[in-house]
């Protein structure tokens, strides 16, 4: 049976839209105002988990079909990239959608879907340069995203075959008004509470400044 390792190196994959969404739901905020990194490490900290790397996901509109959020999120990726996260974004698509309303007649509207976010994620826990090399002994993810249950089966059998050592954690916000209580299936779960996130909050605001109201 592996060893479980006394010092234990995490590396932190944050699905950003997964996890903002988490936390206006279960706290209230409006727009992303967490810092990732400081974040991370107090997941980490309060583990006893040593920070090896913190990798950051999301989908970015395009300037011509949203300026505020590509503003916003151009200078918080920025911002990002300083502070020595990894950070991977794609621009969002857009599709129509059909609903049918209580009175019988149809409404179209345009959407941004997030496409490829996911797949990313699951391929960068499982990837040659991070599992497979042993590069770190937890995968942390901030998601609830349960298609990421698969990647936590993917990493047993990997501990298996490299007979050592793996988890696979899902952080997310939590609080009486979220209405998703789970983590991903498979995974520990850590509940990040109002307190925790509110000591790791970005104190820099990248809306722009002409309009601080999130559209």
Same mark, same amino acid.
């Given at each position: 049976? &592996? ?8 590396v ?12 206006r739901d ?5 727009y &992303?105002?967490?810092d990732v990194q ?11 988990w ?10 970015v509109p ?10 916003f999120? $151009?200078?918080?990726?920025?911002m $990002?990239g300083?502070?020595?996260v990894?950070t991977?974004?794609r621009?969002l698509r857009y599709?129509?959608h059909?609903?049918?309303l ?5 409404h ?7 496409k490829?976010?996911?797949v ?12 497979h ?11 609830q995203?349960?298609?990421l249950?698969?990647?936590a089966?993917?990493?047993?059998v ?8 793996i ?8 609080s009486?008004?979220?209405?998703n209580?789970r983590g991903?299936?498979?995974?520990d779960w ?15 605001d990248?809306r ?5 109201? &999130?559209?």
């Amino acid at each position: 049976m &592996p060893v479980e390792p006394g010092v234990k190196r995490a590396v932190a994959f944050i699905d950003g839209q997964n996890l903002y969404h988490a936390a206006r739901d279960a706290f209230g905020y409006t727009y &992303p105002n967490y810092d990732v990194q400081a974040l991370s490490r107090k997941v980490c900290e309060g583990r006893g988990w040593q920070l090896q790397q913190t990798r950051f996901y999301t989908g970015v509109p395009d300037e011509r079909d949203d300026s505020f959020w590509n503003h916003f999120w $151009m200078k918080k990726l920025a911002m $990002m990239g300083r502070q020595n996260v990894v950070t991977y974004w794609r621009h969002l698509r857009y599709r129509n959608h059909t609903i049918r309303l209580p009175d019988g007649t149809e409404h179209s509207y345009l959407a941004a879907e997030e496409k490829g976010i996911d797949v990313r994620i699951a391929l960068d826990v499982i990837g040659i340069r991070l599992a497979h090399r042993s590069e770190y002994d937890v995968a942390l993810v901030f998601s609830q995203d349960q298609d990421l249950s698969e990647v936590a089966d993917e990493l047993r059998v990997i501990a298996r075959e490299q007979n050592r050592w793996i988890k696979m954690a899902s952080a997310f916000p939590a609080s009486l008004l979220a209405r998703n209580p789970r983590g991903v299936n498979g995974t520990d779960w850590i509940k990040i509470e109002r307190a925790m996130y509110q000591v790791c909050l970005d104190e820099r605001d990248y809306r722009p400044k002409a309009d601080k109201v &999130p559209r």
